[in-house]
């Protein structure tokens, strides 16, 4: 083995695609298959003793599911990068998967030549996602994130409510005060709370949502 070859394991309960994977992945000399595994259980115990490279992982099993296969195996602690290969192109699957970790999600139904080039990406680091499924997991992680913070909502103060009602105003911390009655400095407590809160990296970036969402008046 070179230093350029890669050390997978493949764990999918459907044993004639798990053995198509295998020998693709024997065309490739970048690649080396070192185990194998029909359930999420056994292969998260194969993933612990032989510690690859890469894992591919179906998403649908009996005895445990690819997300929560996926789950024990980044418990791990390993540098093993995980793709999900699965007949399931359902966003709800592929956000999920992400949202556990995945570093990768391809579709059974992909080229060969496709699915081998997307594996290398993720072992470069980068997210392995077909093109056509890139924008749709943009929309429901924005979609996700805006029905988190609906909830997150309820759980501001009312001060701090006024004050992401004021933001979407455009108003400075300086108005923002004018505006409540409040000190400068205490509105920028409520507003450093109110992004943490709601998952927000910017006042703007919570005031263009806030106005996107109808909280501006």
């Given amino acids: 083995m ?3 070859q890669y050390r997978i394991v493949v764990i999918d309960d459907h044993p004639l695609f798990r053995k198509g994977v295998v020998q693709l992945l024997g065309l490739n000399p970048q690649f080396t298959v070192v185990g194998e595994a029909a359930g999420g259980m056994d292969g998260v115990k194969v993933v612990a003793e032989l510690q690859p490279d890469l894992v ?14 996926l789950k024990e195996i980044k418990q791990l602690d390993l540098d093993s990068k995980v793709v999900m290969l699965t007949v399931s192109d359902e966003s709800r699957d592929l956000v999920n998967a ?13 080229e060969p030549e496709d699915i081998i080039a997307r594996l290398s990406e993720a072992l470069d680091g ?7 499924l890139g924008r ?14 609906n909830q997150q909502i309820a759980h501001l103060t009312e001060r701090e409510q006024e004050i992401l009602q004021c933001l979407a105003q455009g108003l400075s911390n300086k108005l923002v005060g004018r505006e409540l009655g409040i000190a400068e400095g205490t ?7 109110l992004l943490r809160k709601l ?6 970036e919570a005031a263009v949502w ?3 969402n109808g909280i501006k008046d």
């Fill in 199 to 204: 998952n927000f990296r910017s006042r703007l």
């Fill in 98 to 110: 992400v949202r556990a970790g995945a570093d990768g999600y391809l579709l059974k139904d992909m």
């Fill in 210 to 212: 806030a106005v996107e």
């Fill in 126 to 132: 980068q997210m392995a996602i077909p093109e056509r």
């Fill in 136 to 149: 749709a997991l943009a929309v429901a992680l924005r979609e996700d994130d805006t029905t988190d913070r």
């Fill in 2 to 4: 070179t230093n350029d």
């Fill in 56 to 69: 591919i992982l179906d998403l649908n099993m009996k005895d445990m599911d690819g997300i929560a296969t």
């Fill in 187 to 193: 509105v920028k407590v409520h507003v450093k709370s």
